[in-house]
């Protein structure tokens, strides 16, 4: 046969095959037949495994996530249940829920929005915080003593991850953003204590200063670590004394 050792050398530039037999070139082929070579060796060629990019990741607590996966971290459209009953609905970002999703509870509520970095956003933007209650006054040894045990309690009932302990701390009037409900946040903080395989917390208590209605600000500088998450802040908690408890009115940057 006339050609029965020739090969197909492909040039990148131009995807065209191109005969080679004995040191010499032979004719080109036409382009489309090398479009259909291309096609079939893409056909053939097992493709990069899209069904692979939809894994399930699972947790030593019980919490499965099924949806797309990059890098080992849930990124893409996804699904995770907790072992409460809980699960989320919806899009995922560097394994934290983010965009558009659903949170539905095991009683049958549900939260739909917008997430960003695995917190639901409000509707609206928050106002600035208000400024309402000036403080003019020192605080005594006895409110100090009595603020920083709540302060301490709420940040035990943090790195304990006992939601239920840590929001019995805030105020029934705790300073929301616009739009947010109450359910929401709580929801929304819920998670952020349950979702760590570990929470440490170290607070430094600055400064405390007494509002003319007799609130309290207390401004605290905190040491947060978690197994995916790590921050040094500084905050102001306003608390109010309400039935012989302080609880946090408000949470602010300096």
Known sequence: MKFAFMQMVYFPLTLKPTLRRQGRFAKQFPTNFAFHILVLMLLWQPLPLLSAEIETLSWPD????????????????GTIYWQDGTRYVGGFENHQRHGRGMMILPDGTTFEGV??????????????ASESGIATAEVSQE??????????????????????????????????EVN???????????????????????????????????????????????????????????????????????????
């Open 115 to 128: 997430f960003k970095r695995g917190i639901l956003e409000p509707s609206q933007a928050s106002d600035a």
């Open 143 to 176: 409110t100090i003593r009595e603020i920083t045990d709540t302060l301490d309690f709420w940040a035990a009932a943090w790195m304990a991850q006992n939601p239920d302990q840590y929001l019995s701390v805030y105020s029934p009037d705790f300073s929301l």
């Open 62 to 77: 019980g919490t499965r996530y099924v949806g797309a996966v990059r890098g080992s971290q849930m990124h893409g459209q």
């Open 180 to 254: 947010e409900s109450r359910p929401a946040w709580e929801m929304n903080r819920r998670e952020r204590l349950l979702s760590p395989s570990y929470i440490q917390l170290d607070v430094r208590f600055d400064r405390f200063t007494q509002r003319a209605n007799g609130d309290v600000e207390a401004q605290i500088r905190q040491a947060y670590r978690s197994d995916s998450y790590r921050e040094i802040s500084n905050k102001v908690l306003v608390l109010e004394k309400r039935d012989g408890r302080w609880l946090i009115l408000e949470e602010r940057l300096p």
